[in-house]
């Protein structure tokens, strides 16, 4: 008897799906992309309305086979592939390489029973508009990709590449570099007074705001110390007390550019990682006696709109956990615009499902994620956070001999500000985190700050008595670097790239070299600027930002049929051709500076540099050809050898793959394709590696691996990748 065959992209959500589904429906994984343009040829006919020519991915064979023998034996064939361009074009390379005649769409926004049943009673047909306008990104890619990139190897260096969105993405890194390098740090000072009434024991602080009824501005150490002088004979005076309530609304749920951002500053986590364990959530936990379930909803979305159902359900639980008064009143969601609005936001697919009742089944990080996710959306449905804010305004008047005489010197006016939380909202819930930059520092001052102050009960006209006054010394801080956080909050912000893309992104401009991170900053290489320069000059159009974006909402109005796809890439071609040409005619050989290091060849004694070549950079004896003595740049791992006590680091083969091994090598052999980390086993005492295993990185005693390594801090595996990435980014 013939069953329905589903097929999706992830091993691990067709296991999910077939766990909860009658055994009458039969499951297959695609595992990922099964075509792609070829990768020794340009594989798009541009005379001929710019015709694509896709292959089988090398290594799809067995599984083709496999789905092309189920799908001829599926009396129904559902395609369930992600519900986004990049799984709309996965199903429609299905239904023509298994040459499907009525393969029916599902999609389904959350692994659940539920929307799998739901979804099943709902098939329509594969969406040729969202296939066309991830045929049209791919394509735009390629042209870019295989067109500039033989003109790096001839004018800068061989195995350089250049991408459309991955280019924008390095020039919004080397642009910040050059601000912070020209920035000229400005000196300021400010004056607090530590005051106190005369009816409360109670000391605070009020910071000088004008002087002569103008804003303070204080350039200079003289400056400040005869302001100072002055306000310890000032007599000081309340000039006014307002009270008013203020209130703090919660944070929208998370889209994937949020998500992303929220948990690298709270977490710290990468977004590749980030990423990794949402797909994770979503594909589904197995939960004991519930089953397998999906917990999240779908992870690539630009969108805060949540279903109705959701939201009732959230109210409902907060009224019963909270009270009512914590219920907040229905918000019109705003989105940005460009926003397409496919997908819900990321929420929890069973709001009753808390995050301490799966605490026993989700490993360390996949909670952690988990729960912020599960907060912010409740948060997001609750009451505003109420405070009782006072502002004292004061007025300090000193004479030049000291005493009440008409000789007045300057009239100084300081303020101080006084926050109560009247009723706490959502935040009984979650708080939103903030970038750790020079611009929140200064969100944190004016308000956190401002929270810690408490004030005693002041009246205007009442007189103050001074118990100090302190000048402190400041300078202006340079724009600060981007943070892989801040990096998407900025592709975002601008238009560039799409949810699917921000983690491919941030993870090709670091692999191809272009940039490097310290301490989860961002510098660009040497090559990283050589390569931004030269496309700036003569690739004006790709290079910038609105015109990304641009391009950007062009392929958001073929997948709503605005705009036919082909005429996107005609338009593209046509002035990049011509910018091509004038390039290899004009453009000349670029030398780039190695970057010196302080090291010394051992064998002849010359001093060594960085050099960047096809596996990255490595350093080089500058005697190079007569020496040839090269070697690798050890990034440290904090392990320690278990042969001899060495520092691990990571390293590379010959075929790039990620190895780990002793630094003291060829003296200490020992290696490993997984990571060690820092802690021992709490068992054992022997080493600990940290292996990924779809997706998900799993702490394993070396020794035993039945051991319990659960109370380890989590690890990133560094080389996990998602089940499915987005192609030719």
């Known amino acids: 008897m013939k069953k329905p065959l589903i097929i999706v992209e992830s091993p691990t959500k067709a296991r999910t799906i077939k766990k909860f589904l009658p055994p009458r429906y039969a499951v297959k994984a695609s595992v990922g992309h099964v075509r792609d343009l070829p990768k020794s040829t340009l594989g798009v006919d541009i005379e001929h309305g710019f015709k694509p020519r896709y292959l089988t991915i090398k290594g799809k064979a067995e599984t083709i086979k496999e789905l092309r023998n189920a799908s001829k034996a599926a009396s129904d064939i559902y395609l369930a592939t992600d519900p986004d361009r990049e799984g709309e074009a996965i199903a429609w390379h299905l239904s023509e390489l298994l040459n499907l005649n009525d393969p029916k769409?599902?999609?389904?926004?959350?692994?659940?029973?539920?929307?799998?049943?739901?979804?099943?009673?709902?098939?329509?047909?594969?969406?040729?508009?969202?296939?066309?306008?991830?045929?049209?990104?791919?394509?735009?890619d390629r042209l870019v990709g295989y067109k500039i990139s033989p003109l790096l190897w001839a004018k800068v260096r061989g195995g350089l590449s250049a991408g459309r969105v991955q280019s924008v993405a390095v020039k919004l890194i080397v642009d910040r570099e050059r601000e912070i390098d020209a920035f000229v740090a400005r000196e300021y000072w400010t004056i607090t007074a530590q005051l106190a009434s005369t009816r409360s024991p109670l000391v605070f602080p009020a910071e000088l705001t004008t002087v002569d009824g103008e804003k303070a501005e204080i350039t200079t150490g003289e400056h400040a110390a005869g302001i100072v002088e002055e306000l310890e004979r000032a007599a000081f005076s309340i000039t006014s007390v307002k009270q008013r309530e203020t209130r703090r609304n919660p944070s929208p749920p998370f889209t994937t550019s949020t998500l992303q951002q929220e948990a690298s500053r709270k977490l710290k986590l990468r977004v590749r990682r980030t990423m990794q364990l949402a797909q994770a959530l979503y594909e589904g936990v197995d939960l004991g006696a519930e089953g397998t379930q999906g917990l999240i909803t779908y992870m690539r979305t630009d969108s805060t709109r949540i279903s109705e159902g959701a939201r009732e359900n959230a109210r409902a639980y907060i009224t019963e956990a909270f009270g009512g008064a914590y219920v907040g009143a229905p918000r019109p969601v705003r989105q940005r615009e460009g926003v397409q609005d496919a997908h819900e936001a990321i929420r929890p697919t069973v709001v009753t499902r808390t995050p301490d009742q799966v605490a026993g089944v989700l490993k360390r990080d996949e909670?952690?994620?988990?729960?912020?996710?599960?907060?912010?959306?409740?948060?997001?449905?609750?009451?505003?956070?109420?405070?009782?804010q006072t502002t004292v305004e004061i007025a300090a008047r000193a004479y030049s001999d000291g005493q009440t005489a008409p000789s007045q010197t300057h009239a100084y006016g300081l303020r101080s500000i006084g926050t109560v939380m009247k009723f706490p909202g959502f935040t009984a819930v979650y708080e939103e985190g903030r970038d750790d930059d020079a611009a929140s520092a200064a969100a944190s001052k004016n308000g956190k700050a401002a929270a810690r102050v408490v004030l005693p009960v002041l009246q205007e006209g009442e007189a103050l008595q001074r118990r100090s006054i302190e000048k402190r010394q400041h300078f202006t801080e340079p724009p600060p670097r981007y943070t892989e956080a801040t990096l998407v909050k900025a592709l975002e912000e601008?238009?560039?790239?799409?949810?699917?893309?921000?983690?491919?992104?941030?993870?090709?401009?670091?692999?191809?070299?272009?940039?490097?991170?310290?301490?989860?900053?961002?510098?660009?290489t040497p090559i990283g600027a050589a390569v931004n320069d030269l496309l700036a000059a003569h690739f004006r159009d790709i290079m910038d930002l609105k015109y990304t974006a641009a391009m950007e909402s062009e392929l958001d109005q073929v997948e709503e049929r605005k705009i036919d796809w082909v005429d996107v890439l005609r338009k593209f071609y046509g002035p990049f051709s011509h910018e091509l040409e004038e390039a290899e005619r004009q453009l000349p050989r670029l030398e780039l500076r190695d970057e010196p290091?302080?090291?010394?060849?051992?064998?002849?004694?010359?001093?060594?540099?960085?050099?960047t070549g096809r596996f990255g950079r490595f350093i080089s004896c500058t005697g190079y050809p007569e020496c040839k003595t090269t070697k690798p740049i050890l990034k440290e791992t904090g392990a320690l050898c278990p042969k001899d006590g060495g520092k691990i680091v990571e390293r590379r083969s010959r075929r790039g793959r990620t190895f780990y091994g002793c630094a003291n090598y060829p003296a200490c052999d020992f290696v490993s394709w997984d990571r060690l980390v820092p802690e021992r086993c709490p068992v054992c005492g022997s080493y600990v590696v940290a292996k990924s295993k779809r997706g998900t990185v799993v702490l394993e005693c070396a020794a035993d691996r039945e051991h319990d390594t659960s109370g380890l801090p989590a690890h990133d595996a560094g080389e996990a990748q998602p089940e499915r990435e987005p192609i030719g980014v």
Not at 110 to 139: C, F, G, S, Y
């Open 597 to 611: 290091t302080d090291e010394r060849c051992e064998k002849c004694g010359r001093p060594m540099v960085i050099k």
């Open 494 to 524: 601008n238009g560039i790239g799409r949810p699917s893309t921000y983690s491919t992104i941030v993870e090709t401009i670091q692999t191809r070299g272009y940039v490097r991170q310290s301490e989860r900053r961002f510098y660009p």
């Open 367 to 388: 909670l952690r994620l988990y729960r912020l996710i599960w907060e912010r959306f409740m948060a997001s449905q609750m009451a505003p956070a109420l405070f009782d």
């Open 105 to 140: 769409r599902i999609e389904l926004h959350e692994i659940t029973k539920e929307a799998a049943l739901d979804a099943l009673r709902h098939p329509h047909t594969i969406d040729m508009d969202r296939v066309n306008a991830q045929q049209a990104r791919r394509i735009l």
